[in-house]
C-alpha cells in the first residue's frame, strides 16, 4: 500500500536519556502553496534538538512534512506550526527548526523558531 500524508508524529523511546546529545536533520524538500497567489513555495527545512525521553520517528515526519504540500501556509505561520506540533509529540529539551525558503519575488526568506525545556541549558 502507498504511502499517504498524514499529521500523525510518531516516537520512540530515547536509547540514551541519560545523556544531552544532538539530532540534526535537514528535510530539502518541504512545499506549501502561497496563501495569497496558490503558487507553490519550497523550502530547506533544518531540524536540530536535544531529545528528552522521545526522538520523532523518520518515516512519520516524511509523511508529516508531506502533508503541508497542499496547504496554504505563510512561512512564518507554517514553520511556527511544524515546530509546535514536533514539541507536543517529543517534548525535547530544545529544538530549533530553520526554514529556507527559495527565492520569490527577488527575496529568499529565511525564518528561525526555537523552544527550550524550563531549566535546562546545553551540554552540547
Known sequence: MPSRPSRRLQT?????????????MEIPEFTCLCPMSGQPDF???????V?????????????????YRDQGAFHEAVTNRILADLVAATRPRFMRLGARFNLRGG????????????????RT
Open 12 to 24: 520512540f523511546a530515547n536509547p540514551s536519556p541519560e545523556r544531552d546529545y544532538r539530532i540534526d
Open 43 to 49: 523550502a530547506v527545512l533544518s531540524l536540530q534538538y
Open 51 to 67: 531529545p528528552d525521553r522521545l526522538c520523532v520517528e523518520l518515516k512519520s515526519l516524511k509523511l508529516y512534512i508531506w502533508s
Open 107 to 122: 527575496i529568499v526568506t529565511t525564518i528561525t523558531v526555537e523552544h527550550r525545556k524550563r531549566g535546562w541549558k546545553s
